[in-house]
């Protein structure tokens, strides 16, 4: 790079830049657009988040970000709307169907960019000093401004490195040309550039779409999985009851059969027991004829006295006891076979795709 920041001295007498050729400055930074770096050219429009863009760099960008868009007739191109995002904040510009053309147009800057454009035409030479002075100079040839382009170097050099220097061979073009060249390649490159950061912060937020899909879908699939088994659980108990009632009314059947047969058998008992008592009383009769009389009744009729109470003849012959079957009181046959059903319930699994269809 033969080329170095120079200055040319001031004439005599002369100053530094005024305060109002400074604000003229940096109101011209203001007026920059942030795609092509110039400033900005009519119309101007603004975006809904308050930044300005030229109208041409609002349409490369809206057409790199909507490539679909830009291969459309003239027809449908005003029939449908698009998105892209602002090269400042990031902002989501959605466009109706007059694409950028819906845009709305900034007059107050384009009338403040009128009257910059009047204000430095008017200004007068002295007020321009700081940018006349302040030049790129050549570092072989110092009186020589760089103001050509080497296109085989792919550098800035002067005239007289062409003629007679370095770049005598070279292939070189004038420097505004190659200036207005790349900086329009720049403009389309950030255009391209934003352009594929939109697309790639569309594909993310579509991801974060599916992550939180995921999640739902996850949330509600274990919701459903979960009622199914607690669906299981209370079949599984309603039919414990059911089976747990059978037990319980066979076990009351069989208890209050045998206690049935515990208070026929009390009341044998107790009949026998008063004949006994009876029986031994007229043991101590000490007259044959009356113990006699007594001893027959008590052995073969039923007793006059004591209604439903018969001799002990009868008494004997009735007192077979009415005994249980073996086993009777067992309840083992109340038993059931899980195996199998706790077998499927282990293997209890997801439907395969071919079940689904």
Known sequence: MNFALGFKPPAAGSSGPSGGSATMDNLEKQLICPICLEMFSKPVVILPCQHNLCRKCASDIFQAANPLWQTRGSSSMVSTGGRFRCPSCRHEVVLDRHGVYGLQRNLLVENIIDIYKQQESSRPADAKT????QQLMCEEHEEEKINIYCLSCQTP???MCKVFGRHKACD????????KRQKTELSDGIAVLVASNDRIQALISQMEDICRNIEENGHRQREQLANCFDSLVAILEERKEELV??????QDDKIKYVRSLISHQGDHLETAVKLVETAIQSMEEPHMALF???????LRYP?????GHYGMTATAKTSKIERLELGYESMSHFVIDTDDVAEVLRNIDFRSESHRS
């Not at 070189?172 to 200036?179: C, E, G, I, K």
């Not at 009632?245 to 066979?250: E, N």
């Not at 006699?292 to 008590?298: F, H, K």
């Open 172 to 179: 070189v073009a004038p420097l505004s040309n190659v200036y």
């Open 245 to 250: 009632g059978l037990i319980a009314k066979q």
């Open 303 to 307: 007793f006059l006295c004591h209604p």
């Open 130 to 133: 700081d940018q006349q002075q």
């Open 292 to 298: 006699l009389q007594v001893g027959d009744q008590l």
């Open 157 to 159: 050099t002067c005239s």
